[in-house]
């Protein structure tokens, strides 16, 4: 069931690539309310788990444990990372094995080509995606549409 899983997140990280992504200069009124919602709900996550974030000017939220020793990806690099996906309330929707699974970061969600970039090999942490950056008002699996994400990441190798 976990290689299902992940290979059905392997799927629709590749999949999601296709998709023209909502952005917030180019969302309706009825996003933008979307998007100022999962800002609230990661800025509430995070003063609820005490974390030291930084915030993109996409509004990727990120937490480097470990910056890593190794090399670092660009956005267009192949990487190997082990994950955990899961929602503000602590339930998972996926998550890899320990080896982790591989692909490129042009083939992946936008939170994933811009957040994987602050890690170096070895590193790891958390990335805090509101939906634009991740699956938009689309359902994809078991996570539904407009969902706030949380990955714990670890950069296995940049391939």
Do not use: R
Request: with cysteine.
């Amino acid at each position: 069931m976990k290689h299902l899983l992940s290979a059905l997140v392997a799927l629709t990280l590749l999949i999601s690539c296709n998709k023209k992504e909502a952005t917030p200069e180019t969302t309706t009124e009825a996003t933008v309310d979307y998007v100022a919602k999962n800002n609230k709900e990661i800025t509430d996550y995070i003063a609820k788990n005490n974390l030291k974030a930084e915030k993109s000017d996409s509004g990727l939220y990120y937490v480097v444990t470990d910056p890593g020793t190794g090399k670092q990806p660009t956005a267009e690099s192949n990487v190997t990372v082990a994950y955990k996906g899961y929602f503000t309330n602590g339930n998972v929707f996926d998550q890899s094995g320990p080896e982790g699974i591989s692909f490129g970061l042009n083939q992946v969600i936008k939170a994933w080509t811009e957040g994987i970039p602050h890690f170096k090999t070895g590193g790891s942490g958390i990335l805090l995606v509101p939906s634009h950056l991740g699956y938009g008002s689309n359902d994809m699996g078991p996570i539904p549409g407009n969902s706030v994400l949380i990955f714990d990441v670890k950069l296995i190798s940049v391939n």
